[in-house]
T-cell receptor
Framework: NAGVTQTPKFRVLKTGQSMTLLCAQD?????MYWYRQDPGMGLRLIHY???????AKGEVPDGYNVSRLKKQNFLLGLESAAPSQTSVYFC????????????FGPGTRLTVL | LAKTTQPISMDSYEGQEVNITCSHN???????ITWYQQFPSQGPRFIIQ???TKVTNEVASLFIPADRKSSTLSLPRVSLSDTAVYYC???????????????FGSGTQLTVLP
């Protein structure tokens, strides 16, 4: 099993550009999450999904959109990137409510100029 | 959101036992206590989770007093590879329907010295 994978690993954008980050998990997990981590800080929840076709807002959702068209994939979109969105983005998944262990991907380092 | 307080940093030497204490005074009845480890340029990794008393697994122990307002992560005989940031989280997983979602604080930077 590959676990949780993220694409791309690195990306540099100019202000106003758009992009999509892809998270994929092969563990048949129901719940998936997108976090951002800024230097010296903990992770903050952007959006999450409790199942295929469902999404919900987390702590810092503004400027981001998400989609979960397939159970194994969770996409994070930036429609018009801003320098404030420069961060490391982590995706995570959980099997279900009975299991609180989150499995994290390796992260995507995004720089917005 | 459940708020946690941890030391910003700790130093230890190889072979010593390390105890990291987390304060969570507003913990709710249904909240679990979860600890994660994060190495530079990697995603966090689950270490241990507990509700009350003591929990032990192959890498750590978690001690929770009766009032549950604090918890202590114990790492036995640390090595250089245990140098990482350790996060204490209190709450329930996002999507559970609980308003008390798990949130990551700033964590504790543990540095193990030779």
């Amino acid at each position: 099993n590959a676990g949780v994978t993220q694409t791309p690993k690195f990306r540099v954008l100019k202000t106003g550009q758009s992009m999509t980050l892809l998270c994929a998990q092969d563990m048949n997990h129901e719940y998936m999450y997108w976090y951002r981590q800024d230097p010296g800080m903990g992770l903050r929840l952007i959006h999450y999904s409790v199942g295929e076709g469902t999404t919900a807002k987390g702590e810092v959702p503004d400027g981001y959109n998400v989609s979960r068209l397939k159970k194994q994939n969770f996409l994070l979109g930036l429609e018009s990137a801003a320098p404030s969105q420069t961060s490391v983005y982590f995706c995570a998944s959980i099997r279900g409510l009975a299991d609180n262990e989150q499995f994290f991907g390796p992260g995507t380092r995004l720089t917005v100029l | 959101l459940a708020k946690t307080t941890q030391p910003i940093s700790m130093d230890s030497y190889e072979g010593q036992e390390v105890n990291i204490t987390c304060s969570h005074n507003n913990i709710a009845t249904n909240d679990y206590i979860t600890w994660y480890q994060q190495f530079p340029s990697q995603g966090p990794r689950f270490i241990i989770q507990g509700y009350k008393t003591k929990v032990t697994n192959e890498v750590a122990s978690l001690f929770i007093p009766a009032d549950r307002k604090s918890s202590t992560l114990s790492l036995p005989r640390v090595s250089l590879s245990d140098t990482a940031v350790y996060y204490c989280l209190v709450g329930d997983i996002p999507g559970s329907g609980s308003a008390r979602q798990l949130t990551f604080g700033s964590g504790t930077q543990l540095t193990v010295l030779p």
